[in-house]
């Protein structure tokens, strides 16, 4: 039997409104997320969209995580168009080896019961 823990989110994100304080600029949100720079630009990993009970509603993986964030939250053919109101926290977990993320990615899916994800999931 293979042993998979669920590893620490290395970033952790929730949704924000704008505030504008004195002169500073506004920070255009991306679906409600305006900390989305705290996500490494290049590296690879896990990314883990949660609900506001922590349910968990999709998870995906990419080569370069705030690429393939962004692109899900704003992109008309991604699997959560429709859902994207209903996401409060986006977990990333840096993870470079291609084999991993496929191996944790699936993991996640079917351990976590991850809501929108069909094509991975063996849980139904």
Do not use: W
């Not at 409104?17 to 690879?44: C, M, W, Y």
């Not at 995906?60 to 962004?70: D, E, H, I, N």
């Not at 699936?106 to 351990?111: A, G, L, P, S, V």
């Amino acid at each position: 039997m293979i042993n998979i823990s669920i590893p620490k989110p290395s970033v952790s994100i929730t949704e924000r409104q704008q505030i504008r304080r004195n002169d500073e600029p506004i920070i255009t949100p991306v679906s409600g997320f305006i900390d989305l720079h705290q996500i490494p630009r290049d590296k690879a990993g896990i990314f883990m969209f949660f609900n506001i009970n922590d349910e968990l509603l999709f998870v995906g993986k990419a080569r370069k995580l705030r690429q393939r964030v962004k692109k899900h939250l704003e992109d008309n053919v991604s699997p959560i168009k429709n859902h994207r109101d209903e996401v409060y926290r986006i977990d990333v977990c840096i993870v470079e080896d291609a084999m991993e993320r496929e191996i944790y990615e699936t993991y996640f899916i079917n351990e976590l019961e991850a809501k929108y994800n069909v094509e991975k999931a063996f849980y139904k």
